[in-house]
């Protein structure tokens, strides 16, 4: 048997096993990072749509003349509860980026301070209601955009 063929043959099968090993890798990583982005993506719009509408659903309580305080600061606190934007708010924790985390956690804060602008005499004619969404809709806004910049990374 002529050793040069026994070599070649065996170069060109370990060539071949090399490529195919380093395609199925590629492969492998742009499906890791697809399901990655696509995981983070489903994440991040639920977790800003959940601040969204619970930040619409406080403004609408605070606008309903008809509640006395204590049932307005009741239905806040169930408001916010109902949100599940604390359950989204750990998954964040965990998933995102540690740039990400503080905004998301920052967002989250503007809404904890709306909902205690429920424990004010009168919410309806509170002067800190507008300062307060206003700085919710810019944290609202500053996460939107970190998490934009974060799947665009991907």
């Known amino acids: 048997m002529d050793w040069g063929t026994l070599a070649g043959t065996a170069l060109g099968a370990l ?3 090399s490529t195919t090993l380093l395609g199925e890798r ?15 993506q489903q994440l991040y719009s639920e977790y800003l749509g959940a601040l969204w509408l619970t ?6 309580l605070q606008r309903s003349a008809a509640l006395t305080r204590e049932e307005r600061v009741k ?5 916010l509860g109902a949100g599940n934007a604390f359950q989204l708010l750990y998954q ?3 998933v995102a980026p540690v740039p990400l985390d503080d905004v998301a956690a920052q967002a989250f804060r ?3 301070r709306l909902r205690d602008r429920f424990d004010q005499p009168d919410v309806s004619t509170d002067p800190e209601w507008s300062a307060t969404q206003t700085a919710l809709s810019e944290a609202l806004e500053a996460l939107r955009q970190a998490m934009r910049s ?3 990374s991907l």
């Open 75 to 79: 239905q806040s606190g169930e408001i």
């Open 110 to 112: 503007g809404l904890l």
């Open 150 to 152: 974060d799947l665009s």
């Open 26 to 40: 590629s492969r492998w990583r742009r499906e890791n990072t697809s399901r990655e982005r696509a995981a983070k």
């Open 92 to 94: 964040m924790r965990i």
């Open 55 to 60: 930040r619409h659903r406080l403004r609408d």
């Open 15 to 17: 060539l071949g096993v």
